[in-house]
């Protein structure tokens, strides 16, 4: 058995007099696209998908173990694309207006910094 509960194909090679020579296995490919981060194996009605950790909707799973269409809906799903954004954000530095009430260290305007006006 397979590490997904697949059974393992078999194949049978004959020689000329129809004699089984050796019985082999096809060994199971391990899962490593970036999208199965994504994905899940699913079992809907008897046929295999493959279900969104994130929106939950399941696309077709090909016998092939093709990972395109998983692939597409990473790169159009909106959520995703929104949780990537803010990971990646970069911190912002909030500049008070000019019309503030004035304070001991002044804030600094246009972004230009003097170490002489600081002191």
């Known amino acids: 058995?397979?590490?997904?509960?697949?059974?393992?194909?078999?194949?049978?090679?004959?020689?000329?007099?129809?004699?089984?020579?050796?019985?082999?296995?096809?060994?199971?490919?391990?899962?490593?696209?970036?999208?199965?981060?994504?994905?899940?194996?699913?079992?809907?009605?008897?046929?295999?998908?493959?279900?969104?950790?994130?929106?939950k909707s399941k696309l077709a799973k090909n016998a092939t173990g093709t990972t395109s269409s998983m692939i597409r809906h990473r790169q159009t799903f909106v959520i995703r694309k929104m949780s990537l954004r803010q990971a990646v954000q970069q911190t912002k530095i909030n500049f008070q207006p000019t019309d503030a009430p004035a304070l001991p260290i002044p804030p600094l305007h246009f972004g230009k910094f003097d170490m002489e006006k600081m002191r």
Do not use: Y
Request: proline share 2%; charged share 30%; with cysteine.
């Open 1 to 55: 058995m397979g590490a997904t509960g697949e059974v393992p194909k078999r194949f049978n090679q004959q020689n000329e007099d129809g004699q089984n020579l050796e019985t082999f296995q096809v060994k199971k490919m391990c899962k490593k696209s970036e999208a199965w981060n994504d994905f899940k194996d699913v079992v809907v009605h008897g046929v295999k998908k493959v279900e969104c950790i994130h929106c």
